[in-house]
């Protein structure tokens, strides 16, 4: 059986693992990245919408190669057709880019390859080396070959499945209100307005979660559906997402070219994502906003945050829990309270009618709340329906 010997494996090439694997490689570390599929970022399970203001924080540039659509603002749509349009300067941090997500993850691999990362493609870990009690690397399948590949940390980056952080002790499981299941379609011949992201709210259209429309350009946009499934009387995304197309005229000649399925956690991130020799990031630590999804920023963040941490432990020659615990401050001061408060209010939205939230609507869109971001909208709520923030106020 192939063996390796490196100092970091990341299991998984998802911008968390491409991240994680840039920065233990930038700080020295024999770094080596598995991605079990044929090509990095495909096929795609995402809407691909980003905000701006992250990418400077972890040292990305924008680049036009992987911007596929730039923002000038948001539309958030109430069940009864509501509207609330927000231009630009109102914006905010929650909406900005439209990403060619294949190609944005494919330019994070590279500089994680350009660092000195070894990437292993289709290349899928089946389990972990435990020796002397101790994580002390993963057991892959490469191209069809038995390999292991021995390390002195491992990094799970494996995504909403994950699996790593598990066989090694950690119990990643779910609730059912924490997962939201997701279908979107690329569509054409789309009646929309190319510049701005849409946001269709309340219980009827999408039952604790969101109808999307992300233009990617002239009459074309991923439009895409998460539920929650306790909440719905039909679990499966697809009949909401096809009831909201055919009530809609701007879909009258739409036609689909790709369809994408998927989960996405909605919880406030595991109770501890690191472990002897094991660090947890993106997805697979349920480190993801539980009101929008957006994931792409968080698993960014704690990628470079396990990179940096990484390298430092080894600096000490120590990758135990506790000499990884930076690790586990660093992603909590800077999104612990926020991720919190977006758990809450995702709880106590979902409870909502509709008619609630068309009151929410037009009460936001009457209010000067300056930049438009989670927290001002709950601001917002805060005045007027006391009880919707009961419980989580002092975080808002
Ligand atoms: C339908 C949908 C729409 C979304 N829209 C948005 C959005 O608009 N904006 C946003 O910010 N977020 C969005 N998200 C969430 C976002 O896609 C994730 O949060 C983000 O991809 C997390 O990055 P990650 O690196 O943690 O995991 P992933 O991107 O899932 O990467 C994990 C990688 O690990 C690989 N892998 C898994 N198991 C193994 C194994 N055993 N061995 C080797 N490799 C393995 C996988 O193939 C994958 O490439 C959406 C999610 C869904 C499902």
Redesign the pocket.
């Known amino acids: 059986m192939k063996a390796y010997e490196c100092d970091v494996v990341v299991?998984?090439?998802?911008?968390?693992?491409?991240?994680a694997a840039r920065y233990c490689a930038e700080g020295g570390l024999k770094t080596i990245m598995?991605?079990?599929?044929a090509e990095?970022?495909a096929p795609l399970?995402?809407?691909?919408?980003?905000s701006k203001k992250w990418l400077q924080e972890v040292g990305i540039e924008p680049d036009p190669a992987w911007i596929c659509a730039d923002m000038v603002g948001a539309v958030i749509r109430s069940p009864s057709g509501h509207t609330f349009k927000l231009d630009e300067s109102k914006a905010g941090s929650e909406v900005g880019y439209?990403l060619e997500?294949h190609l944005f993850?494919k330019a994070l691999a590279r500089r994680a390859a350009e660092a000195g990362a070894q990437i292993l493609m289709r290349?899928?870990?089946?389990g972990v080396i435990i020796e002397d009690g101790r994580l002390a690397g993963v057991k892959?399948k490469s191209m069809g070959e038995e390999i292991e590949i021995r390390a002195k940390a491992v990094v799970a980056?494996?995504?909403?499945?994950?699996?790593?952080a598990r066989w090694a002790g950690v119990d990643t499981s779910l609730k059912l209100n924490d997962i939201c299941s997701?279908?979107?379609y690329r569509m054409v011949n789309l009646d929309i307005d190319p510049e701005y992201c849409e946001f269709v709210i309340g219980g009827s259209i999408a039952p604790g979660g969101y109808l999307?429309i992300?233009p990617k350009g002239e009459g074309i946009a991923?439009v895409?559906i998460?539920v929650m499934g306790t909440r719905c009387k039909n679990a499966d995304p697809k009949v909401y997402l096809d009831k909201f197309i055919a009530s809609d005229p701007r879909f009258k000649r739409a036609q689909s070219l790709e369809v994408?399925?998927?989960?996405?956690s909605t919880c406030p991130g595991l109770d501890c994502a690191v472990a002897d020799n094991l660090v947890i990031?993106?997805?697979?630590?349920r480190?993801?906003?539980p009101v929008?999804?957006?994931?792409?920023?968080?698993?960014?963040r704690?990628?470079m945050y396990a990179g940096k941490v990484l390298v430092e432990a080894s600096k000490k020659g120590d990758f135990s829990k506790s000499a990884l615990m930076p690790y586990e401050k660093m992603w909590r001061d800077r999104m612990e309270d926020k991720l919190y408060r977006n758990w809450m209010a995702k709880e106590r939205l979902a409870e909502l009618d509709d008619e609630t939230i068309d009151e929410l609507v037009k009460l936001v869109s009457g209010s000067d709340i300056g930049e438009v971001n989670v927290y001002n909208l709950l601001k917002v709520i805060k005045e007027k329906f006391p009880k919707v923030v009961e419980g989580f106020e002092h975080l808002i």
Do not use: Y
């Open positions: 299991v998984g090439g998802g911008p968390g693992g491409s991240m598995l991605e079990k599929k990095i970022g399970r995402c809407a691909e919408g980003v439209v997500r993850d290349t899928s870990a089946t892959a980056a494996d995504g909403f499945e994950s699996q790593v997701c279908i979107q999307w992300f991923n895409g998460g994408v399925g998927g989960m996405v990031v993106g997805d697979a630590a480190i993801i906003d929008t999804g957006g994931g792409i920023c968080h698993a960014c704690t990628g």
